[in-house]
């Protein structure tokens, strides 16, 4: 388990949402699947729900503004010391600005970014709210991984705006784990033509988050009875055992157990 505590080094995710057509059905479907309590921050905030475990927020969640939404998905943030130096460097190193940096309250300031191949992100920079509270703990997030059709392009641009060190993983896999400069991983950049989001029609490139479970084969099976799909059955790898789902309206996610640590 990892609690949260204060702003995390620049780079790190450190913040989920996501805008979806069924406010209810989705409260629904991730409050059975991870245990999630959900805090209604209000009227003046747009009834944006914060996930909560424990009485801790993991994650926002809140109907999409758009009447016709044609695409949705779990939407990452990284952590930000100076939301706007960063737009700028992004857009510098041809990245799109979606939302421009703005104040939310005196909870933090944030934007909204694409990459220069078209995957979307987050920057939040904290101030009352951190982020994530929890961490790497059932119900919380535990791994993101950018799928992308130009990995080489994809590592260059996030290298240039957030300092990563970049780790290729040995054989022929083409997957970089990203590294903050203290060396602590981050998450990873995988080559492939990408993702269909909920409601989408074809891949495009996209960050996925994993999160974490106590059981992936129950989870699965939770996923399954709440109207969700499964794209592929639970797996195990050296770090856990996963699988790749979706939730009732099409949103792409993981769902892992992870590997226990190593004693140190």
């Known amino acids: 388990m990892t609690q949260v505590t204060g702003n995390a080094p620049v780079g790190t995710p450190n913040w989920l949402d996501i805008g979806i057509p069924d406010l209810e059905r989705a409260k629904t479907f991730y409050g059975t699947l991870f245990g999630w309590q959900f805090l209604d921050a209000g009227p003046d905030a747009g009834h944006y729900n914060l996930c909560q475990v424990r009485g801790e927020s993991v994650a ?61 992100f987050g920057l939040w920079q904290g101030r009352a709210h951190h982020g994530s509270a929890i961490v790497n703990e059932p119900g919380s997030f535990v791994w993101n991984e950018l799928v992308t059709p130009d990995s080489g392009a994809a590592c260059a641009f996030y290298r240039t705006l957030f300092g990563y060190e970049l780790e290729p993983m040995p054989g022929d896999m083409d997957y970089t784990v990203l590294k903050r400069p203290d060396g602590r991983y981050i998450g990873g950049i995988a080559g492939g033509s990408g993702v269909v989001v909920g409601g989408g029609a074809g891949e495009v490139p996209s960050w996925m988050t994993y999160f974490a479970v106590g059981d992936a084969d129950e989870a699965v099976r939770r996923v399954r009875a709440g109207g969700g799909t499964v794209d592929a059955e639970p797996a195990d790898s050296p770090y856990g055992r996963s699988a790749p789902v979706r939730d009732p309206f099409g949103v792409p996610f993981h769902v892992m157990k992870p590997a226990p640590e190593p004693a140190s």
């Open 60 to 120: 926002g969640m809140m109907r999409n503004p758009d009447d016709q939404p044609d695409e949705y998905w779990w939407c990452v943030y990284f952590a930000a010391d100076d939301c706007d130096g960063l737009v700028k460097r992004a857009t510098d190193a041809g990245g799109e600005v979606v939302v421009p940096a703005m104040d939310v309250m005196d909870l933090g300031r944030m934007a909204i970014l694409k990459d220069p191949q078209g995957a979307q």
